[in-house]
């Protein structure tokens, strides 16, 4: 006996208002917040132009290492003293870093704001940095990225960066390094760094009560001893597409199977398609209802789970799915997938489908920017790319007023099936005639 039932459809959005935003310039730097009456939690972001893309080629890894040598004491205070004084606030230093920017972050109640941005300042702006601790931090991370790359995946996905945008530059090795990079750092590496990205005002991001906070007292704290203007930004980067499908076969032998992605360049973040290719993206494998989990999972049971979707930062972008897969239905899955992608990019998507994306999509929005700190990490959006105050207000009924037209358009525009790049991590040995048999490009030996 076989039950069938039909998917749910789409519910009915709720409302969602974002905060007003406010903005000032104040000793030297930037302040965006956020007004959230009545909230007793408050969350403070120093947000610095020091991302992964300032890293110079062969020195990647430096914004980690420097992350987790901010908690080994400052100028003022040993690790220990220092790490009692951030507790005694009832909070931490948290710390992010993506290709655009560097952020360090607390959250605690409204009255105890202002100690923790000291606190959180004088970590960042006059870090301890002994040297035995950098080492010591660099050795931990390079040590952790050893074991991460003996799993599969990250061999798989630095392989796709470098096809994609090139090994000699940046953006086309992976964010945090890899091991050799990060263990080949030294101490004067880290030193540099800081003192050339990381003694700049940058901008202070607050989300809480602004009825019980002084912002100018907040950003005095946070821009003390800074200098300096912005640095250059950059144009976004135009990353040309491949002229025809490759595969690239990164081997794993003895495994019993294979780890795939697939993936061309696409837009950077604040391309004027952003929303229309965000959905086509969510149709095709942005959610377990998309076309590819269907067809993939469900319809042939090849895996556990595929996913695929648009993502970008401020100066390139790209379009990427992944997967696992049994050595026994590498190659078919590999058709399969190219071959969705394919009818995405030629048929667009359907009122349906889209109806499901667009709802899903606003409803997060409803869902996710509720806390102090989603808002916080909402505000960072708009000073990364440059996005205006009403972004997040928009948005939402942007996601919702989307049409089939203008999203099949999106997918016609930004999808390149003919330029994948087909990476493939699995036991060469087993696997390599199958993909060769499917005619779907050239297959070669990665190198890493």
Known sequence: MTLITARPGAGTPRPYRFPAVVRREVAGGRVVAAHLPGQNLAVAVLLLDAGAGRESVGKEGLGGVLAKALEEGTAQRDATTFALAVEGLGTELVTGLDWDSFQVSVQVPVDRLSAAVELLAEAVRTPRLDPDDVRRVR???????????????PRADAALRADLFGADNRWGRPMYGDPDSV????????????????????????AGDLDRLDLDALAAAAFAGTGGGPADR??????????????????????????????????????????????????????????????????????????GDFASSRRFGRFAVSSGVQNAVTAPALV???GEITRTQVGGVTADELAVASSWRAGQLSVELQS???????????????????????????????????????????????????????????IRDELVATGLGEVTDATL
């Open 139 to 153: 050795d931990d991370e390079a040590t952790a990225l050893r074991m991460d790359w003996a799993n599969p995946g």
């Open 336 to 338: 399969e997938a190219v």
């Open 372 to 430: 102090p700190r989603a808002i916080a990490s909402a505000l960072t959006t708009l000073v990364v790319h440059d996005l205006p105050d009403d972004y997040h207000a928009r948005l939402r009924e942007a996601l919702l007023a989307a049409d089939v037209a203008e999203v099949s358009a999106a997918a016609a525009a930004h999808l390149h099936p003919e330029s994948l790049t087909l990476v493939v991590e699995g036991d060469a040995a087993v």
């Open 183 to 206: 263990a080949a750092l030294d101490v004067e590496d880290v030193t540099v760094f800081h003192s050339e990205w990381f003694l700049r005002p940058g901008t202070l991001i607050v």
């Open 234 to 307: 950059g144009a976004p980067i135009e990353v040309p597409l491949h002229t025809g499908r490759r595969i690239l076969l990164v081997d794993r032998p003895g495994s019993v199977q294979s780890t795939l992605r697939l993936g061309h360049p696409s837009p950077h973040r604040a391309h004027p398609d952003h929303v229309p290719m965000t959905l086509a993206g969510t149709v095709l494998g942005g959610a377990f209802t998309s076309r590819l989990n269907h067809l993939i999972r469900e319809v042939r049971g090849y895996t556990y789970g595929i996913r």
